[in-house]
């Protein structure tokens, strides 16, 4: 079955440095990968798209990787701040239109 | 537009009960999805519309849930009778169109049975 997998694990990054989230996924072949945050008691909001025949997505401070070999996202903030603290979420668009998401991490910017 | 609405944000009900939860998507938007969030399951995807038509409603956990869109500015989810396990964090979404384009999630309706 299909299987997103990301971090369970909260990462605490200083703030100013670049935090890395990984999304990494099988049994599945999406057509497009997204990124969402989610603060507490909201619900979650787009960041970034990008294609299957895109390597890399920017905006602004944000950077997406995408590799359909290794089946795996990266998801970058740079110069990070206290206000980028949420759970980020990754998310996988089929050719059915259909969206699943990954659990989600925890990102924890410590000033 | 006011975003995507969900009614009510919070439902405390018996178990046994019926529950009722609705949503208001975009305007315009041709898909609506809903999920459920729970920290065990993360954001599950249980059914979604094409033009008010259900496409995919294999996330359903069981028979006591169902879901309705009578027209593209309405959709309720029911759960009958709901139970203990059904508590979670219930979230409607809409896309437009194009499919590489952003969902838009209302705010939640936080579902307890006790």
């Known amino acids: 079955s299909q299987k997103i997998e990301q971090n369970s694990e909260a990462l605490n990054i200083q703030e100013g440095k670049t935090a890395t989230l990984t999304c990494n996924y099988t049994?599945?072949?999406?057509?497009?990968l997204q990124w969402y945050r989610q603060d507490p008691g909201r619900g979650p909001v787009f960041l970034l798209l990008?294609?299957?025949?895109?390597k890399e997505k920017r905006k602004e401070r944000l950077k997406v990787t995408f590799d359909t070999t290794l089946k795996q996202s990266l998801f970058h903030i740079t110069a990070s701040q206290p206000a980028d603290s949420a759970t980020y979420l990754c998310?996988?668009?089929?050719?059915?239109?259909?969206?699943?998401f990954g659990k989600g991490t925890r990102l924890h910017i410590l000033p | 537009d006011a975003g995507v609405i969900q009614s009510p944000r919070h439902e405390v009900t018996e178990m046994g009960q019926e529950v009722t939860l609705r949503c208001k998507p975009i305007s315009g938007h041709d898909y609506l999805f809903w999920y459920r969030q729970t920290m065990m399951r993360g954001l599950e995807l249980l059914i979604y519309f094409n033009n008010n038509v259900p496409i995919d409603d294999s996330g359903m956990p069981e028979d006591r849930f169902s879901a309705k869109m009578p027209n593209a500015s309405f959709s309720t989810l029911k759960i009958q009778p709901s139970e203990p396990r059904d508590s979670a964090v219930y979230f409607c979404a809409s896309r437009s169109l194009y499919r590489d384009t952003e969902a838009f999630f209302g705010q939640g309706t936080r579902l307890t049975v006790v």
């Open positions: 049994n599945y072949s999406p057509a497009y």
């Open positions: 990008i294609r299957e025949n895109e």
């Open positions: 998310a996988l668009e089929g050719r059915d239109d259909k969206i699943i």
